[in-house]
């Protein structure tokens, strides 16, 4: 019984997921927005200092800009 019980949370999960996946993909800006609150969240935990990447979409206009 556990083990059905495990199961069909995996199997819900699953749902959540790809449903999560279809709305990111109708909606790409969601996905910076979704790195920046698990940032803040991360920020909110921990007091000491915080390294993460910055995506290339963002640097791109500004490396343009400096080349010329």
């Known amino acids: ?3 059905v019980i495990s199961a069909m949370g995996e199997f819900q999960a699953a749902e959540k997921m ?3 996946a279809k ?3 109708t909606y790409p800006v969601a996905v910076q927005l979704r790195f920046f609150q ?3 969240e991360v920020a909110a935990e921990s007091p000491s200092r915080l ?3 910055v ?3 963002l640097v791109k206009p500004l490396l343009g800009k400096s080349a010329k």
């Open 38 to 40: 698990t940032l803040r």
């Open 55 to 57: 995506p290339i979409d």
């Open 1 to 3: 019984r556990a083990k």
């Open 51 to 53: 390294v993460f990447p």
């Open 23 to 25: 709305v990111l993909s």
């Open 18 to 20: 790809a449903d999560a």
